[in-house]
């Protein structure tokens, strides 16, 4: 398998599950939610396999980084979405409370859906080891 094919396809699988989980909702799915965790979870992947070098790394650290990885997408797709859909014209301290929830409230969202961040940081450490070999 080529290097862009496995970027491609840990892309798509993160991003299929992670909707998929999000779509449950069937009565209210949260579209702008999934906009900006799709956003954020693209990015950073294509970030990683281009600019981090992981390959002298061990399998521990190797798992560590894809656990902190799926925490990072969930807090930053989560902080994303709450401050898009803040209304324009907000004042300063408005804006700066809202910033402060989302925080909170993502990180409160990440520690209670950690089984899921720690599931799929297993699964992604499979991609990263298929890259690895690629490399080789």
Do not use: H
Not at 45 to 56: A, H, N, P, Q
């Amino acid at each position: 398998m080529s290097r862009n094919r496995i970027i491609l396809l840990c892309i798509l699988s993160n991003l299929l599950v992670g909707n998929g989980f999000l779509f449950i909702n069937i009565v209210n799915p949260n579209y702008v939610l999934m906009l900006c965790m799709s956003l954020v979870c693209t990015l950073t992947y294509l970030y990683i396999f281009k600019k981090v070098s992981f390959y002298k790394w061990n399998k521990f650290f190797l798992l560590l980084f894809s656990i902190f990885t799926c925490y990072f997408i969930m807090i930053t797709g989560n902080t994303l979405s709450f401050i898009t859909i803040m209304p324009f014209g907000s004042t300063f301290s408005e804006v700066c409370f809202n910033l402060f929830t989302s925080l909170v409230t993502s990180v409160i969202g990440s520690l209670l859906l950690s089984w899921f961040a720690l599931g799929f940081g297993v699964f992604n450490m499979i991609w990263f080891i298929l890259y690895i070999k690629c490399q080789k």
